[in-house]
């Protein structure tokens, strides 16, 4: 025969094993957040930023490969986004000529968006024909930073 | 000078009041070795440190689809500090200590002091409300003014209806879609009360906040929108993906949610419906956004507490079952009304 107090003592068991199990669970699921997100704990990260605006002259305009929130934020330089037309490192070139521009900051950060074909291994070897790169930095496996000087003796 | 049995007598009457001051300051060293290890803002955070200095400098504002509050909050501390991003990554932290401290006090006065202590620690110690919290995000922002307003609304005092209608002002303009599950708490309360004073006292001081805030990004702006436009799709068909991940989101006192439900009891009590409806509607309107890339643990936040308030009362109305109820009160769990 089961007794009263035994019902009683099992149903508080069990609840106090789901509390517990749900505490401890999300102990180790911050640990898990922690680790999806480790980008957020990178030390690399602002100083490469920092290190790579220093490069670029007061007054000059750097042109990036994406608008993030962090590069507006971090690069006080004046940031101009690529526009969606250019899909060819001449029409890049092009573009960064006639308006005058002189730096290129390629981000490069396959956690958060896909690499836009033209700064991909093969595009930024193109790219070395008529841009010089000054800085290159590597935060993580996914991240990284390099930054393009516009050679003097470009070519269409 | 008291002597020892008063001494004793305090410490007993207030053990859980102690416990839970216990848990808020281990908590808070806890949870700051968090905050201090992060090397960089998230990339929301990155733009409302963008917005905030848009507004300290009069500079065009980058992003002005996000709610504009915390950029606000920013930007004034930086007006006294100057501008140091570091800073505001300890500040922002700040206000999910706080809803826990205030939900502790909300809760305490009606439910009893072991009660809250259930719901605003696992509240606390949700993973996902952890995680985001330690950032400079409005998550945390949001879910204090939405539990400063359910602390003034389920308020007697009619001072602080006015107070109510504020923060229900206050947590449109730290999260613009948050103003859906602050105002069903109102709503449920205005039903519950059916109190005209009640009522009209908030939306009069709720009103000028929330007209004030849009103008206020309209000036600066020249329009006002509350969201990208390919987050506003909704659907009757509803996601499954939150009661899906419900276990990872909420960890395993999630089953007890459904248990609340089957007491008659807790449609006795009236206090409880406000939270039964926080609840209810957040799920609905979270589930029946149509766009995958908004179905996200993070988006729960504003309603975990409700979560757990229904998984503690299930504990609660199984206490009083009499098969167990002698049970509880040998280890000492015993909830308020039966104290009185």
């Known amino acids: ?156 | 000078m008291w002597t020892k049995t008063e001494y004793l007598g305090l410490l007993k009457s207030h053990k859980v009041d102690i416990l839970f001051i216990i848990f808020i300051i281990s908590f808070t060293a806890y949870f700051y070795s968090y905050v201090s290890i992060s090397a960089i803002p998230t990339s929301d955070g990155a733009e409302y440190l963008n917005n905030a200095r848009s507004w300290l400098y009069d500079t065009p504002i980058s992003s002005a689809y996000r709610a504009q509050l915390i950029s606000w909050i920013i930007a004034g501390i930086w007006q006294i500090t100057g501008e140091n991003w570091l800073i505001i990554k300890y500040v922002i932290p700040v206000f999910t200590l706080g809803a826990g401290i205030i939900l502790y006090l909300l809760l305490r006065k009606h439910k009893g002091n072991l009660f809250a202590f259930g719901v605003s620690t696992l509240t606390l110690l949700n993973p996902h409300l952890f995680f985001w919290g330690t950032y400079i995000m409005t998550e945390s922002l949001s879910l204090f003014f939405i539990v400063l307003s359910l602390y003034f609304i389920k308020s007697e005092k009619q001072s602080h209806w006015f107070l109510a209608g504020i923060s229900i002002g206050l947590t449109f303009a730290s999260r613009y879609s948050t103003l859906i599950e602050v105002m069903t708490i109102f709503v449920v309360e205005c039903i519950i009360r059916k109190d005209r004073k009640f009522a009209t006292r908030t939306i009069m001081s709720a009103t000028p906040i929330i007209i004030g805030t849009i103008f206020i990004v309209y000036l600066k702006v020249g329009y006002f929108v509350g969201a990208q436009p390919s987050d506003t799709h909704f659907t009757f068909l509803l996601t499954p993906y939150y009661l899906q991940n419900s276990l990872n989101i909420w960890g395993f006192a999630v089953l007890l949610v459904p248990v609340a439900f089957l007491f008659r009891r807790t449609y006795k009590d009236k206090y409880n419906y406000t939270f039964i409806a926080w609840f209810i509607v957040s799920l609905l309107f979270w589930s029946a956004n149509s766009n995958p890339i908004l179905h996200l643990p993070r988006y729960t936040v504003q309603f975990t507490p409700a979560v757990y308030f229904l998984a503690i009362l299930a504990i609660e109305n199984i206490s009083k079952i009499n098969i167990v109820r002698k049970s509880f009160h040998r280890i000492g769990i015993v909830f308020s009304d039966e104290v009185k």
Not at chain 1, 113 to 142: C, E, H, M, W
């Open chain 1, 1 to 156: 025969m089961i007794k009263k107090a035994d019902i009683g003592s099992l149903v508080i068991g069990v609840i106090l094993l789901i509390l517990t199990i749900s505490a401890v669970g999300a102990i180790s699921e911050i640990e898990n957040q922690q680790h999806a997100h480790k980008i957020f704990y990178n030390y690399k990260f602002i100083p490469a930023i920092v290190n790579i605006s220093d490069l670029v002259p007061q007054g000059s305009s750097v042109v990036v490969s994406h608008t993030h929130s962090y590069l507006k934020y971090f690069i006080p330089h004046k940031i101009i986004k690529i526009p969606n037309t250019i899909s060819s490192e001449k029409s890049l070139l092009y573009y960064m000529v006639k308006n005058n521009l002189t730096y290129l900051l390629v981000y490069d950060n396959r956690h958060y968006f896909p690499v836009n074909p033209l700064f991909s291994d093969t595009g930024l070897k193109n790219l070395r024909n008529d841009y010089k790169q000054i800085a290159n930095y590597v935060i993580d496996d996914k991240t990284k930073f390099q930054l393009y000087q516009l050679n003097k003796n470009w070519r269409f």
